[in-house]
Nanobody, 130 residues
Framework: QLQLVESGGGLVQPGGSLRLSCVAS????????IGWFRQAPGKERKGVAC????????YYSDSVLGRFTISRDNAKNTAYLQMSSLKPEDTALYYC???????????????????????WGQGTQVTVSS
């Protein structure tokens, strides 16, 4: 069974940067599509970015496009989310998720939909505040 562990969250000032990591164990990530999601208190979980197996395809939500970059290193069984120009509204619990049914081949709607991912990490908190 695939297990995912996120790290790299923390407190950062507006305009700052963070890099989140998602390390997989149990199975290899190289047959999975990966998504990053976030959930703020009292709000639903939303897709932020997603990436295909060979990074040939990726999608971003409008709210992070141009500021966040998703990447993966299959040799390290790890995915990343580089976040720059952070804003207070980026504050949330960030999750990585994976699915071997390749949701992003259905386009951004499926790739950024939490309903199409079966394996989840426990989340890492990102707080953007001065």
């Amino acid at each position: 069974q695939l297990q995912l562990v996120e790290s790299g969250g923390g407190l950062v000032q507006p305009g700052g940067s963070l890099r989140l990591s998602c390390v997989a164990s149990g199975l290899t990530l190289d047959s999975y599509h990966i998504g990053w999601f976030r959930q703020a208190p009292g709000k639903e979980r939303k897709g932020v970015a997603c990436i295909g197996i060979t990074a040939d395809s990726s999608y971003y939500s409008d709210s992070v496009l141009g500021r966040f970059t998703i990447s993966r290193d299959n040799a390290k069984n790890t995915a990343y989310l580089q976040m720059s120009s952070l804003k207070p509204e980026d504050t949330a619990l960030y999750y990585c998720a994976a699915d071997r049914n390749h949701p992003i081949y259905g386009g951004p709607y499926y790739g950024l939909s939490a309903d199409h991912y079966g394996d989840w990490g426990q989340g890492t908190q990102v707080t953007v505040s001065s």
